[in-house]
């Protein structure tokens, strides 16, 4: 069992270290397929994990100036007021249907991610304007009515999804800041490693408040997550951002049919 929760840590740890998502969206399955949590178990752990993993990357960030700041507290207040709300939802639906949910989730990650490594690596630069745009003065947002919109709307969103489905939203942040910002690949990767750390912390925070636990295994997972975001960012910049995309991809597309089969037909699946 420890070495199922360091190998799948490490493993998540570096997904996160590289694509600036995929934290709680994939260490859920893998704590229920590889360690053998139930859903409800695994969220606080992947939580705690993703908020490990996320708070290392956003202080190399911080260092290297790359991390919006200012935005990503934006996000994280919304975020932590709808938090709340999508807890309450977690406990109003059966185990079934929030598998489900999760589920489709992961299929529209994987697809859209599988669509835009086709167009990364072809596509051509073009001018546009998005509602949230740097100052080439300052380098900082031009913080206008559309820019607190489009924000705002990404962290309720984000804290939403992370109070439901123990997702620290970084499969949603990444996509939304670049349909919606003219930021940097690495500048959107390590702001939404902020967000995370600050939402996925404090949706965890009030979960351990609440006498939730987390079993020895689960300490083991969230150590190793963090030592894999560390050895992860070393060689970062280094890796095409379309392989990434790609890979990243495939690996939700397996976790989406894991999941699937370990809820209706466990049968078929004993791996935990």
């Not at 694509?19 to 695994?42: F, K, R």
């Not at 967000?195 to 006498?211: E, K, P």
Request: with cysteine.
């Amino acid at each position: 069992m420890i070495w199922n929760s360091l190998l799948l840590g490490l493993s998540i740890g570096a997904v996160m270290g590289l694509t600036g998502a995929g934290g709680g969206i994939l260490a859920i399955p893998a704590l229920v397929l590889g360690i053998g949590l139930d859903m409800v178990s695994a969220k606080p752990v992947a939580l705690l994990a993703a908020t490990a993993g996320a708070m290392l990357g956003a202080a190399d960030g911080l260092r290297r100036g790359l991390v919006r700041y200012k935005a990503a507290l934006f996000m994280v207040l919304l975020g932590a007021i709808t938090s709340p709300l999508g807890q309450w939802l977690a406990h109003q639906v059966a185990p079934e249907l929030l598998a489900i949910l999760f589920s489709g989730i992961l299929l529209f990650v994987a697809v859209r991610g599988w669509r835009q490594s086709l167009r990364a690596h072809t596509a051509v630069l073009v001018e546009r304007s998005t509602p949230c745009m740097l100052n080439p003065v300052t380098g900082k947002f031009s913080w206008t009515p559309r820019c607190f919109l489009t924000l705002g709307g990404i962290g309720a969103v984000t804290g939403l999804m992370t109070g439901m489905l123990g997702v620290g939203g970084g499969f949603f942040i990444v996509p939304m800041l670049q349909r919606f910002t003219n930021l940097t690949h690495q500048s959107i990767v390590l702001t939404s490693l902020a967000v995370i750390a600050l939402v996925s912390g404090s949706t965890v925070l009030q979960m351990l408040l609440h006498d939730t636990r987390i079993l020895p295994s689960g300490w083991w997972f969230v150590g190793a997550t963090a030592l894999g975001m560390v050895v992860s960012r070393l060689f970062a910049h280094k890796v095409p951002q379309h392989w990434l995309q790609r890979g990243f991809a495939l690996l939700v597309l397996l976790a989406m049919l894991l999941l699937l089969l370990k809820t209706f037909a466990p049968h078929w699946l004993p791996l935990a």
